[in-house]
């Protein structure tokens, strides 16, 4: 069974905060989910299916779906980090298709920023997981880990700092234009080679935000989209992937979108020569290098030139990238941030974007994520989004 056309994106909502003290991150939740249904022109009283990953609080859907005061059909608390969001939306349309559900609600919130925490910090003991003896004793921290990717990169295909800085030099060009964005200043090559060593060869410019805010999308059936009155999205395809650590071979220099993004355009029907605006999960800068490369954007080893020289800009560029600022400049606040690439699709493909950085025509969207520990373990997913 395919998902093409059996579903559509109906509601979209991105929470404006960026840093909320003063908000539980239930209640971010609430706000996320109150603002997506608004914006589809649905209450809580339609929805029958529910999403969220395992970090919600309380119980995660199962206290989530109380505290919201759902009456459910449906339950999925998919848990594949950043990537789980772009998943959650495949995982709805399947339940449609399969009459699992009629209107599915997903929501994300939290609040990391409030929490002080930051991608340098010791990456926690996970007591139960296998290799946590041989890693954490060498007190490993997320970015050190990407930084492992960026470097390895640069040493198989000649890949530059100038080359990765260009993507944050995108980001920036993109959030001038979001009010909400927490770093609205256009940066240059030179600022992101300026800025503090975090993990060499990782600035501090080539890292994504640490901020609070949440999102939430609905997916529904085609009879209930087509009776609501906003631009029709429909869910073309859909791909998930799991890269382990091969036996101890392996190889930092690609990702699980090598597998999640072919199978999303095979059952999209479509090639990424086709996608005219892309959201790629872009916790550092090398995040989305390999994606690009690894979706077939361009060869393996070629994403350095891909996406320099203003390459990623709307407006100017081959192909626009994260056109909302993205996580590398307008929120990140969760580490399974992936629902805002879904939304900012959303926005592109309604013609809903900022003026200034709205592609034209804008009919095919791409949004992708990775979730884990870019060179460790860790999974895709890669969703393919038409305006119909
Ligand atoms: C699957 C996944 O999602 S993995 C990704 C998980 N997320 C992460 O690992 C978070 C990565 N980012 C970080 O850890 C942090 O943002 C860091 C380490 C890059 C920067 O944190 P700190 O050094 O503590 O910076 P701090 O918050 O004190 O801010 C200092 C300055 O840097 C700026 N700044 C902070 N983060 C960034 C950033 N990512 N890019 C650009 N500027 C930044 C601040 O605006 C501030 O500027 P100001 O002095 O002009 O006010």
């Not at 000649?158 to 964005?181: C, F, G, M, R």
């Not at 009776?227 to 998930?240: D, Q, T």
């Not at 071979?249 to 605006?277: N, Q």
Request: proline share 5%; net charge negative; glycine share 12%.
């Amino acid at each position: 069974m395919t998902i093409h056309g059996r579903a559509h994106l109906v509601g979209a909502y991105e929470h404006p905060t960026r840093k909320a003290p003063d908000k539980s991150v239930a209640q971010l939740h609430a706000e996320s989910a109150a603002g997506a249904l608004a914006d589809a022109g649905l209450t809580k009283d339609d929805v029958d299916g529910y999403f969220c990953a395992g970090d919600a609080p309380g119980l995660g859907p199962l206290a989530m779906a109380d505290y919201l005061n759902l009456r459910l059909r449906h339950l999925d608390s998919t848990d594949i980090g950043g990537a789980s969001y772009i998943a959650h939306v495949a995982h709805a349309a399947q339940a449609i298709a399969m009459g699992r559900c009629n209107v599915a609600l997903i929501t994300l919130a939290g609040r990391p920023r409030s929490a002080g925490h930051s991608g340098t910090a010791a990456r926690p003991v996970i007591a139960d997981a296998p290799d946590s003896p041989w890693e954490t004793p060498f007190g490993p921290t997320t970015v050190n880990l990407y930084a492992m990717c960026a470097r390895r990169h640069m040493h198989e295909f000649a890949t530059t700092a100038e080359q990765l800085a260009w993507i944050k030099v995108a980001a920036s060009h993109h959030a001038q234009h979001n009010p909400d964005a927490m770093l609205r200043d256009v940066v240059t090559v030179e600022d992101v080679l300026a800025s503090p060593m975090v993990a060499d060869p990782l600035h501090r410019l080539d890292c994504c935000v640490v901020s609070d805010g949440g999102g939430a999308l609905v997916v529904a059936r085609p009879e209930i989209a087509r009776s609501l009155r906003r631009p029709l999205i429909r869910v073309m395809g859909a791909g998930e992937a799991h890269k382990g650590q091969g036996g101890g071979e392996v190889d930092l220099t690609y990702s699980a979108a090598r597998v999640s993004g072919p199978a999303a355009f095979a059952e999209a029907g479509v090639t990424p020569a086709d996608i005219k605006y892309a959201s790629v999960y872009d916790s550092f800068t090398i995040t989305v290098l390999m994606q690009l490369e690894d979706l077939g954007f361009c060869g393996k080893g070629q994403g350095g030139r891909f996406v320099a020289d203003g390459n990623l800009i709307s407006g100017t560029g081959r192909l626009p990238v994260n056109t909302d600022g993205g996580g590398l400049c307008n929120n990140h606040p969760a580490n399974r941030g992936g629902i805002t690439k879904v939304i900012e699709a959303v926005r592109q493909l309604r013609g809903e974007a900022h003026p200034a950085v709205q592609v034209r025509n804008c009919d095919l969207a791409v949004a992708t994520g990775i979730g884990g520990l870019l060179g460790s373990r860790h999974g895709a997913a890669t969703l393919i989004l038409g305006r119909e």
